[in-house]
Structure formats: C-alpha cells, structure tokens
C-alpha cells in the first residue's frame, strides 16, 4: 500500500514540545522534497516548511523559525517535525506532502491524513 502517514499529535501545553513523524510506506521518501502544512479549524491549508531531497531547510511561516525544525532519516523513510516552544497559535491538523509549498494541492503525489497538535494549558 502506497501512502504517507503522519504521527505524533497530541495536547502539550504552551511551551511545550512534540515531535511529529511522516512516514512512507510502497515508495521512497528520498526521491522527494517533503512537507508539513497546516490547517487550523476556519482556515485555509498553510504551508509551515519543507525538506529538499538534499537536507536544505525552507520555512514558510516566519513564525516557526527558531522552534521548529524539520529532519529525515531516509534509512527509516520518515521525516520528522521538531515542535519546540508551541504556542497557542500553532493548533491544527498538521500533514505532510511530497513536495514544498507553493503549489496547488493535487500537484502533489502523496498527502498524509494529517494529525492533530493541540495547545492548551
């Protein structure tokens, strides 16, 4: 079966810390550039930052710098979402695509289900 799942949501209270992981199954992570958006309940889907295939970071929200950081581990075919410092504005299902933002949504090959990162103290 051919799909990207996410995991490791959950509720953290602001300050917080959660690492999210999207990992592929029937294809390789590796030949893609790798993203993680977000949608907050009322609001579009925004893109947060992306991977290249060569490990170079790029952020689209300039309100994650400094607390989120993205990494791979092609070995296990799974990209990571370090969330460090969460604040109340960062709740939303988060998902991850096989490829950066900036495009429409069926340009991309694979999206996650999502998974959802709740802030509340």
């Known amino acids: 079966q051919v799909q990207l799942e996410e995991s490791g949501g959950g509720l953290v209270q602001p300050g917080g810390s959660l690492r999210l992981s999207c990992a592929a199954s029937g294809f390789s992570l590796a030949v893609y550039d790798i993203g993680w958006f977000r949608q907050a309940p009322g609001k579009e889907r925004e893109g947060v930052l992306c991977i290249s295939r060569s490990d170079i970071t790029t952020y689209w929200k300039d309100s994650v710098k400094g607390r989120f950081t993205i990494s791979r581990d092609n070995a296990k075919n799974t990209v990571y979402l370090q969330m460090n410092s969460l604040k109340l504005a960062d709740p939303a299902v988060y998902y991850c695509?096989?490829?950066?933002?900036?495009?429409?949504?069926?340009?991309?090959?694979?999206w996650g289900q999502g998974t959802q990162v709740t802030v509340s103290s």
């Open positions: 695509a096989t490829g950066c933002p900036g495009h429409a949504s069926y340009l991309y090959d694979y």
